[in-house]
Antibody, heavy 121, light 107 residues
């Protein structure tokens, strides 16, 4: 059973960098051709796809965030990470990591439980 | 960017009733649509993918239909655990986007 768990600071100051990690168990981020994604959801609002990383290390980003986002993988720890630079209050959200249902099909299943990140001074 | 518009925003129904949720795409997305269910404090759960395929473990009362720009999620007879927010998502091109959601609440 594949499980994902997000971790990282719950509070980030404006203009700083948000950094989160997704720890994966039950699957390997370095094999199987899956894509591993980050998504977010502001309180009471809808979902936004941020970007993804492939087992090969290639990445795809949402153009709306591309200039500020980096997704990377650490195969030795079976984790992948998200960095968002120059954050503002608009980046306050619950951040989720997820895997695609089947390699490359871009449906999200399973998901992590999510972690709330608040941007505030 | 493809915009997905869900309607209605809120659906007030009683247990046992039929729920019909709509998702309309701003351009044709073939059958590249999925539906998710989200309950408070939980991540979304994949229900339907490729417009009409139920994900593993999803009860048969959930069904999806449509292609092109108009899609429907139907819950044939609402159970108490079905009251939640439902989102549609496309994968036709980049970026992947979601609809704004439909809340199914108890009448």
């Amino acid at each position: 059973q594949v499980q994902l768990q997000e971790s990282g600071p719950g509070l980030v100051k404006p203009s700083q960098t948000l950094s989160l990690t997704c720890s994966v168990s039950g699957d390997s981020i370095s094999s199987g051709s899956h894509y591993w994604s980050w998504l977010r959801q502001p309180a009471g609002q809808g979902l936004e796809w941020i970007g993804r990383i492939h087992t090969s290390g290639s990445t795809t980003y949402n153009p709306s965030l591309k200039s500020r986002v980096t997704i990377s993988g650490d195969t030795s720890k079976n984790q992948f990470s998200l960095k968002v630079t120059s954050v503002t209050a608009a980046d306050t959200a619950v951040y989720y990591c997820a895997r695609d249902l089947r390699p490359g099909n871009n449906w999200f299943d399973p998901w992590g439980q999510g972690t709330l990140v608040t941007v505030s001074s | 960017e493809i915009v997905l518009t869900q309607s209605p925003a809120t659906l007030s129904l009683s247990p046992g009733e039929r729920a019909t949720l709509s998702c309309r795409a701003s351009q044709s997305i073939s059958s590249y649509l999925a539906w998710y269910q989200q309950k408070p404090g939980q991540p979304p759960r994949l229900l339907i993918y490729d417009a009409s395929n139920r994900a593993t473990g999803i009860p048969a009362r959930f069904s999806g239909s449509g292609s092109g720009t108009d899609f429907t999620l139907t819950i044939s007879s609402l159970e108490s655990e079905d009251f939640a927010v439902y989102y549609c998502q496309h994968r036709a091109n980049w970026p992947l986007t979601f609809g704004g959601g439909t809340k199914v609440e108890i009448k």
